[in-house]
């Protein structure tokens, strides 16, 4: 069953703009990841939030975790054209299970 | 030096073919899986194997069985091939631990299609 649910489904903003997106959940979690993916490319791993954390940063990456209300969101800060991908929340239980949301396609236009 | 690569990179067969995919890792990861993302960008986890143990085996047809013969390589072999199975494929790796699943390290992608 699919867990994460991204927002928006999609975003275009202009160089050098905030990028925010949104990531819901259902059930309990361990962790909480978020891959970018660009077009015709593999998916790679941005940044992980386990359950205690609140708030994580790496770069201009910000991401926020909210237990409570099952949600993250991810800030992408001064964006670049080169940012211009697919991002996908997934959430990690206690087994092996990574379960993807849509994904969140970010255009950033230079 | 790939981390994760797969073969081959684009496949196009007819309906009831059997085909093989591929998938090497050189991360030293105990556990590897296979992804489907279907058109609309779904990613769905097909299998996974932890040393070389079947540890996730969801909802598939059976006509998709995986192998692996050590902890480096998992193939996904697909039998009877129909026009439903034309995705992108994803091999994965990762690094068990004791606090759940950590950050997954993701192959090329083979995209399939069958005619």
């Known amino acids: 069953s699919q867990q994460g649910e991204e927002d928006p489904q999609a975003l275009s903003i202009q160089e050098g703009e905030n990028a925010t997106m949104n990531c819901s959940y259902k059930?309990?979690?361990?962790?909480l990841q978020w891959y970018r993916q660009n077009s015709g490319r593999g998916l790679v791993h941005l940044i992980l939030i386990r359950s205690n954390e609140r708030e994580k940063h790496s770069g201009r990456l910000r991401v926020t975790l909210d237990t409570s209300k099952k949600s993250s969101s991810l800030l992408i800060t001064a964006s670049r054209a080169a940012d211009t991908a697919s991002y996908f929340c997934a959430t990690g239980g206690s087994n092996y299970k990574l379960t993807f949301g849509k994904g969140t396609l970010l255009t950033v236009n230079p | 030096d790939t981390a994760v690569s797969q073969t081959p990179k684009y496949l196009v067969t007819q309906m009831g073919n059997d085909k093989s995919i591929k998938c090497e890792q050189n991360l030293g990861h105990d556990t590897m899986y296979w992804y489907k993302q279907d058109s609309k960008k779904f990613l769905k986890i097909m299998f996974s194997y932890n040393n070389k143990e079947l540890i996730i085996n969801e909802t598939v047809p059976n006509r998709f069985s995986p192998k692996s013969p050590d902890k480096a390589h998992l193939n996904l072999h697909i039998n009877s091939l129909e026009l439903g199975d034309s995705a992108v494929y994803f091999c994965a790796s990762s690094q068990g631990g004791t606090s759940g699943i950590g950050e997954q390290y993701f192959g090329p992608g083979t995209r399939l299609t069958v005619t």
């Open positions: 059930t309990s979690i361990n962790n």
